[in-house]
């Protein structure tokens, strides 16, 4: 059963734990069997109960084993066999997290058993105090076996393996290392669970930024020196994201992130829609250096298609200029995606590509792409205007009513080329009609959601999911709300600006992912597409051969 946020994020107070030890005749789950079980209950370091067999195993143990534990065969032979050990001993464990040193035998023995008996495997969280003690005391003591823990740490009981005195010791060990990872915020049942996996490098002691962050959605800012912002990420667990960057992240930026980090703050949200957004905004206010994504809007361009031209053709510009009665495709991510959106334009209708104006005076010879015929250009001095409008509108109506006037081409070029066996070029039309069918996709979703005015949605996540019940309300795509005073969102424009083209592909993102949990409570403007699913044009998939 996956736990909730509030199941994980229990105050360790408040946990309920079952240290288990068992004594067997071997190491080998399936070769050997069990001798004794014990174990104790505990929670807020008040025992609340013991339990301790011995157990038949119905083979001999060996004179090693007896040595070791002192458990004789005449000492097992009147005890249950484990099939009736195992009742009691489930009814004792309950939904108790499980602690053991080398948690992993104990429970591999019982699972072997309980497999045996027809019964379903133990489900149980589990924490291994050999593994705590390692992150927590290893610097302290020459080896982390139970028996050296419990003589450095001075524990108030000593192993002996047997499996009741062997718990106690656990138990004592297990409150030792219980205060020690409070010092690094471990205050959370997931904190603990999580806490073996933790590198032990020089900013693991800076888990205790992380102390107060809670288990809700949000946003996360890690500082630096004089409060600068190093990074800006978001969560719908914050504790446990931020937490996770100490778990075995090798990336390089990530150590360098934690060295140079000095604080952590946090902003809660209402739900993941909130926090991406807030998570946009904040990166473009501070352009944190640690951030790759959101912070080079200021590269982003457009597509222009100078419709105030005599003979209209397609231009990479950074802005926009209002009411030019030209046509804009973006904004675009580079000059380089935008060039490869009119290449694929170019190539399904055959507009002019060269720049220079066609005057009235003498004609200066064909552009390169005229005389390949694979341009109608001016330059030419064989088009007319009326011929050169037809194309045009072409244009204009597959970038704003029907795409396919533009993919169309582009697929029927792509098979011509992959029958006559030329695959790398078929593969270069398929790249460009991909970017083209992404660029018009990602048009009409800004389109819908502009046009959408005022839009009351709300939320309900469904089972399992910790976010409460929220309402979302975006105004012509813009999230407003608690956090929207964060940053002055403004008005919006006639034209889809580079500072809002990331907020608003997050919101549309969200409303396809999320359709399904959400209900429209109000909406000024339109909110559905006239507009069919388009292709995407992925390359095909090929299952590797085995050798």
């Not at 604080?263 to 501070?286: M, S, T, Y």
């Not at 790398?424 to 660029?439: N, T």
């Amino acid at each position: 059963m996956q736990r909730s946020f509030d199941d994980l994020g229990t105050p360790l107070r408040d946990v309920t734990f079952c240290v288990i030890d068992l004594e067997t005749t071997g190491g080998s789950p399936a070769m050997n069997a069990i001798t004794e079980v014990g174990a104790l209950k505990m929670r807020g370091g008040e025992c609340l109960g013991t339990f301790q067999t011995l157990v038949n195993p119905g083979t001999e143990i060996p004179p090693e084993i007896v040595i070791l534990t002192g458990i004789t065969e005449a000492m097992v032979i009147p005890a249950p066999p484990i099939e009736e050990v195992l009742p009691a001993l489930l009814e004792f464990i309950g939904g108790a997290v499980i602690v053991g040193h080398n948690v992993r035998f104990d429970v591999g023995f019982l699972d072997a058993a309980l497999g045996r008996a027809g019964r379903s495997r133990l489900g149980n969280a589990r924490v291994d105090t050999c593994g705590l003690a390692r992150r927590l005391v290893r610097d302290e003591v020459p080896d982390c076996k139970l028996s050296t823990l419990a003589s450095r740490l001075r524990l108030p009981h000593q192993p002996r393996h047997r499996a009741l005195a062997d718990v106690l010791a656990t138990a004592d060990l297990l409150h030792v290392l219980l205060e020690r990872a409070g010092t690094l915020g471990v205050l959370g049942l997931d904190d603990l669970l999580e806490l073996p996996t933790i590198r032990a490098h020089p900013s693991a002691s800076k888990l205790r930024l992380t102390a107060g962050l809670p288990r809700r959605p949000g946003v996360y800012l890690f500082r630096g020196r004089g409060g600068r912002v190093l990074y800006v990420g978001k969560a719908t667990n914050l504790r446990a994201r931020v937490r996770s960057y100490f778990c075995g992240d090798e990336r390089r930026k990530v150590s360098q992130l934690l060295r140079e980090t000095e604080g952590i703050d946090h902003i809660r949200c209402a739900g993941p829609l909130e926090a991406a957004v807030l998570e946009v905004r904040l990166i473009h206010q501070h352009l944190p250096p640690f951030n790759q994504r959101s912070k080079l809007w200021r590269r982003y361009v457009y597509l222009k298609f100078t419709l105030d031209e005599r003979f209209p053709r397609l231009s990479v510009v950074r802005a926009v200029k209002a009411n030019d009665g030209c046509l804009y495709l973006g904004p675009l991510s580079s000059a380089g995606a935008a060039r490869e959106v009119a290449d694929a334009i170019e190539s399904a209708v055959p507009i002019r590509r060269c720049t220079q104006r066609p005057g009235k005076g003498t004609k200066p010879g064909a552009c390169a792409a005229a005389q390949l015929g694979v341009a109608t250009c001016p330059c030419a001095g064989t088009v007319t205007d009326a011929d050169y409008r037809d194309l045009v509108d072409t244009v204009v109506t597959g970038l704003t009513r029907d795409p396919a006037v533009l993919l169309d081409p582009l697929t029927a070029r792509m098979q011509t080329l992959a029958e006559a066996g030329r695959f790398e070029d078929a593969a270069a039309v398929r790249d460009r009609a991909a970017a083209l069918s992404r660029a018009i996709r990602r048009q009409h979703q800004l389109e819908r959601i502009t046009r959408s005015r005022r839009l009351e949605l709300e939320v309900v996540p469904g089972p399992g999911v910790a976010t409460p019940a929220h309402t979302v309300v975006l105004s012509h795509g813009r999230l407003i709300g608690p956090q929207s005073s964060l940053l002055d969102i403004g008005a919006p424009g006639p034209f889809v600006s580079r500072e809002d083209i990331d907020e608003l592909s997050c919101v549309a993102s969200w409303l396809e992912t999320a359709a399904t949990q959400v209900r429209l409570v109000h909406c000024d403007g339109e909110l559905a597409s006239p507009f069919p699913p388009l292709p995407r044009f992925e390359a095909a998939r090929v299952a590797p051969t085995r050798r």
